[in-house]
Each structure stands twice: as structure tokens, then as C-alpha cells.
């Protein structure tokens, strides 16, 4: 089993900022890609921010300059700094990691329970 866990969220004036993080644990033997996603009622979930095992990152058209992904691989940890906040920002956000079960090696996905963030004045 791999845990994932997210914190940070919470609520912000427009224009603020927040930085959301997100830990894996458990039976991990190699993390490939680790991602943000967002879901507000009535929509589908949606790709904010991805990130690999190498570095490379990938964006929402609606986040780019504002949002950064980043991810710290000794702590199998990702992060998700938030800038210049707009009220359509919120949502609840999830993280995502995949990768490789230790021993077996199985492919794994797993989710995490998701954080509110909501932007408000």
C-alpha cells in the first residue's frame, strides 16, 4: 500500500498566495510522476500540475506563471506554490504519485484525500 497526504490548503484574499504539499509513504520502490489535480461540485477533476521523476513539469493553461510544481525526491514529497490566487481557483485539490511497488514492482496510483483551497475576500 502507498499513503499519500496532503496539507496546506485553506483560505485566501485574491491575489494571495499558498503552498500545498503532499508525502507518500509505504511499500514505495520508485516514484515516477507526481501531480496536482483540482475538482470543483458538478465538474470533473482537472489537471493542474504534473511533475516527473526527472524534473520535467507540465501546467494547466489557467496556472501557468502563477503556479509552481516542485517535488523533493529523498522525501518523496511534492509541492504546489500558489501565487497570485483568483476566486476560480477554488477547489479541492488532490495529489497523485505513481510509480513502482517495492519487491514486486508493480505499477502503482494513488490518490490523496485532497485539501480545500479556497480563494475569497
Known amino acids: 500500500q502507498v499513503q499519500v497526504v496532503e496539507s496546506g490548503g485553506g483560505l485566501v484574499q485574491p491575489g494571495g498566495s499558498l503552498r500545498l504539499s503532499c508525502a507518500a509513504s509505504?511499500?514505495?520502490?520508485?516514484?515516477?510522476?507526481m501531480g496536482w489535480y483540482r475538482q470543483t461540485p458538478g465538474k470533473q477533476r482537472e489537471l493542474v500540475a504534473t511533475?516527473?521523476?526527472?524534473?520535467?513539469?507540465d501546467y494547466t493553461d489557467s496556472v501557468k506563471g502563477r503556479f509552481t510544481i516542485s517535488r523533493d525526491n529523498a522525501k518523496n514529497t511534492v509541492y504546489l506554490q500558489m501565487n497570485s490566487l483568483k476566486p476560480e481557483d477554488t477547489a479541492v485539490y488532490y495529489c497523485?504519485?505513481?510509480?513502482?511497488?517495492?519487491?514486486?514492482?508493480?505499477?502503482?496510483?494513488?490518490w490523496g484525500q485532497g485539501t480545500q483551497v479556497t480563494v475569497s475576500s
Open positions: 497523485n504519485v505513481d510509480g513502482n511497488y517495492i519487491i514486486t514492482w508493480a505499477w502503482f496510483s494513488s
Open positions: 511533475v516527473t521523476k526527472r524534473g520535467s513539469t
Open positions: 509505504g511499500s514505495i520502490g520508485s516514484i515516477n510522476n
